[in-house]
C-alpha cells in the first residue's frame, strides 16, 4: 500500500488561478513528519516545508499555504494566485523514525503546468 | 555556498560497464543518501549512510555500490549488474539519519542513459 499518495498526476491552470494539490498519507506512528518539495526543470528538490504531526495549524508562506488535516490524513498544498515559475513537479513525503533511521516516504508527485 | 554537489550532469553508459556519480556535501551533515527516480515516478532510495564508514541498503540496492570514506563524500557505482539503470539519480543529505523529521537536502541530480 502507498504510504503517500498524490492522486493528481498532472494540473494546468492560467496564470493568477489559485490551485491546490492533494496529498494523503497513512502511518501508524505518532511522531512523524510531513513535507513538501519542488522539483523545478532543472531536476533539484526544493524543500518548501516540513510539518510534524503535533502541529496542525495552517501554514502560509507568501503566495503558498498548507492545510495538515490529521482526521483525515491530508497534506494538502495551496498556491494563491499562481505564476509561470510555479510550473514544476510537486512532491510530498511522510517521514518516520524506522530502525533508528528516518525513512522517507515519497509521493509520486504532482506536474503543475501554469499557463500564461 | 553551502550545498550537494552532483557529477556528472550527464553520463551515457554502455552495456555492461560501471560508472560511479559524485556527490559531495559542504553543510557538514552526518548522513547520506542516493535516490532513483523514474519518469513520472517518485523516489526511490539505493543506499543510505548515517555515518563515515558505514552504509545501508535502501529498497532497490541491487546492481549498485557505494562508499563513504569521508563525511562529505558518498560517490554510487552503477554496476552492469543493473539491468535497467537508465533514469535520474538524486544525491541527498540530513544533519543526521537516526531520527525522524531530519529534512533531506538535494542536489541538483545526475542523468544516467544507457546507449
Known amino acids: 500500500a502507498q504510504k503517500v499518495t498524490q492522486a493528481q498526476t498532472e494540473i494546468s491552470v492560467v496564470e493568477k488561478e489559485d490551485v491546490t494539490l492533494d496529498c494523503v498519507y497513512e502511518?501508524?506512528?505518532?511522531?512523524?513528519?510531513l513535507f513538501w518539495y519542488k522539483q523545478p526543470p532543472s531536476g533539484e528538490l526544493v524543500f518548501l516545508i516540513r510539518?510534524?504531526?503535533?502541529?496542525?495549524q495552517n501554514e502560509i508562506s507568501g503566495r503558498y499555504s498548507w492545510n495538515f488535516q490529521k482526521s483525515t490524513s491530508s497534506f494538502n498544498f495551496t498556491i494563491t494566485a499562481s505564476q509561470v515559475v510555479d510550473s514544476a513537479v510537486y512532491f510530498c513525503a511522510l517521514s518516520e523514525a524506522l530502525y533508528n533511521f528516518n525513512k522517507f516516504y515519497f509521493g509520486s508527485g504532482t506536474k503543475l503546468n501554469v499557463k500564461p | 555556498d553551502g550545498g550537494i554537489t552532483q557529477s556528472p550532469k550527464y553520463l551515457f553508459r554502455k552495456e555492461g560497464q560501471n560508472v560511479t556519480l559524485s556527490c559531495e556535501q559542504n553543510?557538514?551533515?552526518?548522513?547520506m543518501y542516493w535516490y532513483r527516480q523514474d519518469p513520472g515516478q517518485g523516489l526511490r532510495l539505493i543506499y543510505y549512510?548515517?555515518?563515515?564508514?558505514?552504509?545501508q541498503k535502501g529498497d532497490i540496492a541491487e546492481g549498485y555500490s557505494v562508499s563513504r570514506e569521508k563525511k562529505e563524500s558518498f560517490p554510487l557505482t552503477v554496476t552492469s549488474a543493473q539491468k535497467n539503470p537508465t533514469a535520474f539519480y538524486l544525491c541527498a543529505s540530513s544533519i543526521e539519519g537516526g531520527t525522524s523529521g531530519n529534512t533531506i537536502y538535494f542536489g541538483e541530480g545526475s542523468w544516467l542513459t544507457v546507449v
Open positions: 502511518t501508524r506512528d505518532t511522531t512523524y513528519y
Open positions: 510539518r510534524n504531526s503535533f502541529d496542525e
Open positions: 553543510l557538514n551533515h552526518d548522513a
Open positions: 549512510s548515517q555515518i563515515v564508514n558505514d552504509f
